[in-house]
């Protein structure tokens, strides 16, 4: 399969609109949104999406209005505080995960907005901007969580207590400011638990995939200029597909690379690429693929 922009129908955040665009290209759907950091699609199609600093947003896409919101910079006790929220997840019992970079902590919130559990995070550099990135809870409970100052994804259990941690290296390079294809660090953006018990990584401005085994060994990697034609610059937004392919997020990269690829691992070659950065510019770190949506592991 040749690489092309033609595959997947997308939803993604850029130049000041969250837009969903066809796998033929054509936007059917927009509507003004700020810059996010994460982004869902909750069962009866609503989107929910950070807005500003702190706020998380749920938006009925039909209406283009916002349905419910939760502030964390006015709520449970962080008046006053700075804090920011890079990462949400709905859950099936309507309750709803924020993540709070700051306070360092994870929340599940009722939708009256009532914290029902509180899980403190371990931050070795503490802060408000990037205590963390995206944060999953897995299917036994536990919580998958990218903390990018600390270069380190951990996985925290039910109690709160760190089971699992790995730091991402710098594999031998100096670190370097800017966001484009000239940094270099360790500020890992998101990752996936794989079915075979290990965890994908992507490690933002590493500009690298990673694949890591409990014992912490990694057993498959993608780096800057493994893929012909493209250079890689803050690796973000992550998706397993059910075939097995990876589509992840080249944020930061410039008008002549894809804003998302998706490779076939075991050769990793690209099948498909989404080069629309007319339509999203330079900083839309997230996305979704709506023709796959809930069959794919994020």
């Not at 018990?197 to 992507?202: P, S």
């Not at 995939?209 to 893929?227: F, G, M, R, S, Y």
Request: hydrophobic share 35%.
């Amino acid at each position: 399969m040749a690489a092309t922009s033609e595959g997947h129908e997308v939803l993604m955040q850029g130049n000041g609109k969250m837009k969903r665009v066809s796998a033929k290209g054509e936007v059917i759907w927009e509507m003004p949104w700020g810059g996010i950091h994460d982004l869902q699609v909750l069962p009866n199609g609503h989107i929910m999406a950070q807005r500003g600093a702190a706020r998380v947003g749920e938006i009925d896409p039909v209406t283009k209005q916002e349905v419910w919101s939760y502030d964390s910079s006015k709520m449970n006790g962080n008046e006053g505080k700075k804090v920011e929220v890079h990462a949400m997840q709905p859950l099936q019992d309507g309750n709803v995960i924020i993540v709070e970079s700051g306070p360092a902590r994870i929340i599940e919130v009722t939708r009256k907005g009532v914290i029902v559990k509180e899980i403190k995070l371990k931050t070795n550099k503490p802060s408000t901007h990037s205590d963390t990135r995206l944060v999953r809870k897995l299917g036994n409970g536990n919580y998958l969580v990218c903390q990018e100052n600390d270069g380190t994804c951990r996985e925290y259990d039910g109690d709160g207590k760190i089971i699992w941690e790995f730091e991402v290296p710098l594999f031998g390079q100096e670190p370097a400011g800017g966001h484009g294809p000239e940094a270099f660090g360790n500020h890992l953006f998101a990752a996936v638990r794989l079915k075979n018990g290990n965890t994908l990584i992507a490690t933002g401005n590493g500009h690298s995939l990673i694949e890591v085994t409990p014992a912490k060994d990694i057993v498959w990697e993608i780096h800057q200029n493994d893929l012909p034609g493209i250079t890689l610059a803050w690796v973000t937004t992550l998706e397993v597909l059910p075939n097995g392919n990876i589509v992840f997020g080249n944020c930061h990269a410039g008008p002549q690379n894809p804003l998302l690829i998706e490779i076939e691992p075991t050769t990793k070659n690209v099948v498909w690429q989404f080069d629309r950065f007319d339509l999203f510019g330079n900083s839309a770190s997230n996305s979704i693929l709506m023709d796959l949506l809930g069959q794919t592991n994020r």
